[in-house]
């Protein structure tokens, strides 16, 4: 469990230091080895994509593995990743309301 974390707190940080392949190696080496377990995994991926310029796919493995980081120490955060910068601030609060996250 505790390399778990370790490796996807390692993907993070490839990725917040712009290191993107080799964050996206490391978090699908992490998430396969965790069976998609990590929360530190996913939360990896989602920045991943997004600094890849590939939020919709980040969107959409968000919602895929929900069941896997609702109620984790990092859901609020990981629900933020749902919320697209690009909609109305209607539609924003909408989406926050509907994840459970209130403002």
Do not use: C, Y
């Amino acid at each position: 469990m505790l390399r778990s974390v370790v490796n996807g707190m390692m993907a993070f940080g490839f990725a917040e230091n712009n290191l993107l392949e080799r964050g996206m190696e490391k978090s699908a080496s992490n998430l396969g080895a965790s069976k998609n377990r990590d929360i530190w995994g996913i939360h990896a991926k989602v920045h991943l994509f997004e600094m890849a310029g590939r939020a919709n796919e980040g969107k959409s493995f968000v919602k895929e593995m929900e069941k896997r980081w609702a109620g984790s120490q990092l859901h609020q955060h990981i629900a933020w990743h749902q919320v697209s910068p690009n909609q109305s601030i209607t539609e924003f609060h909408k989406r926050i309301m509907e994840i459970g996250i209130g403002v």
